[in-house]
């Protein structure tokens, strides 16, 4: 090989190995890019969690609102991995929120380092059971602000690199409403909304959080089960179909708007009914609901858009309920799942599927199960996730609302 063809050979191999470290150092920059992905979105303050958290944090704390505030609160619940059912430990939850004036007012105990929290701040590690309780004060609103009542939550899990954020309002707050139309809701980590009850003069909202849950770049393997149906921790949506028979036969009415306070069960059924396995259900779900009276309703949603005729379908479901004798709960129906008019589009259900059983308490949703075969041991399962999920407070008011 002449000079020239050694040096454009030696030139070649140069290129080609440059072109190679190139390309190696682009893709390392866009992986370290990957692994650096902030979870959750970023979180202004909460950084503030580290600032003189304790070595040993306990599942229960108490914050100075507990003793100067003017409402006490009790926040308690559940901390749950992102299926809504695995409770999860040792996850650190820390707090924050306005006082009585609704200014994140100090004390001479606040570190200079977290003053822009203010003094009503701590931490709680749910437990092996996943159990946690807060002890603190009702928070006010801003002052001459339309931001509503709300206490901060920055989350952080064993085995996620960073905290990230969740925040939690009242339903009972007026300013709530226009929030929501204005922001939406984000319901990270669980519903964002929380709903109070009485004990005496102490308010008590129970609040699970389940890890994950709307947040961004959250990690999750990938998964192969059908999905149908909102999410374990979500609100069950308001929407309105149609009775053809029950308690308010004739009417639109909302089932979780009238009947939210305590357990309610919303069996959906759509393109591909399978009815000597509906009746089944429609009577164990009738026989549950007249065995706990108030304090469950049911509710039967047929919304099979093939062929679909209104009259028809409301004379179809009467008859099979005067057929059963059913006593407590309700058939309903919608023209699809996905009819945005009755707004039974927002239940998320998939058609295709033989059925999805929505199970909520207090308007949130505790359980859900897709294609459940109406069998002995899943009427059984039932029955023990009512009994399982009423908590400590199912009996207490609620406070009136104005």
Not at 106 to 111: V, Y
Request: some cysteine.
């Amino acid at each position: 090989m002449n000079k020239i063809g050694l040096f454009l050979l030696l030139l070649i191999l140069f290129i080609s190995c440059n072109g190679q470290t190139n390309a190696k150092s682009q893709n390392q920059n866009v992986s370290e890019i990957d692994n650096k992905k902030i979870i959750g979105g970023g979180c202004e303050g909460c950084e503030l969690m580290y600032v003189e958290m304790p070595e040993q944090i306990l599942p229960e704390h108490t914050s100075l609102g507990w003793t100067e505030g003017k409402q006490k609160l009790i926040l308690t619940g559940k901390v749950f991995q992102l299926d809504g059912k695995t409770p999860a430990s040792d996850v650190i939850i820390y707090y924050w929120h306005t006082d009585d004036k609704g200014l994140y007012s100090s004390s001479n105990q606040t570190p200079k380092k977290a003053k822009e929290h203010g003094k009503l701040r701590g931490w709680v590690k749910s437990d092996k059971d996943g159990n946690y309780t807060i002890k603190t004060s009702r928070p006010a609103a801003y002052p001459n602000d339309n931001i509503p009542q709300h206490i901060h939550l920055s989350i952080k899990e064993p085995d996620i690199p960073n905290e990230y954020y969740a925040d939690l309002y009242f339903d009972d707050d007026p300013l709530y409403l226009k929030h929501k139309k204005k922001y939406g809701n984000l319901d990270r980590a669980g519903t964002e909304l929380l709903r109070v009850v009485l004990d005496s003069k102490i308010q008590i909202a129970e609040h699970n959080i389940v890890l994950g849950l709307n947040i961004p770049d959250y990690p999750t393997k990938n998964r192969t089960d059908i999905q149908s149906g909102l999410n374990i921790g979500e609100d069950q949506p308001s929407f309105i179909p149609f009775h053809a028979y029950g308690p308010d036969k004739g009417t639109r009415t909302c089932p979780v708007c009238k009947y939210g306070r305590y357990h309610g069960i919303v069996y959906f059924v759509g393109d591909n009914p399978n009815w000597d396995d509906i009746k089944k259900w429609l009577k164990q779900l009738d026989n549950e609901s007249v065995v706990r009276e108030k304090y469950l309703k049911a509710y039967f949603v047929y919304g099979n858009s093939k062929n679909y005729n209104k009259q028809t379908r409301h004379t179809e479901l009467d008859k099979i309920g005067k057929e059963l004798e059913l006593q407590k709960i309700a058939l309903t129906f919608v023209p699809s799942f996905s009819d945005t008019e009755s707004e039974a589009n927002l239940n998320k259900i998939n058609p295709n599927v033989e059925n999805t059983f929505i199970i909520y308490r207090h308007r949130t949703i505790v359980d859900k199960y897709v294609n459940l075969k109406p069998k002995e041991q899943n009427f059984k399962l039932i029955t023990e996730i009512l009994d399982k999920t009423k908590g400590n407070y199912f009996d207490f008011n609620e406070p009136k609302h104005e």
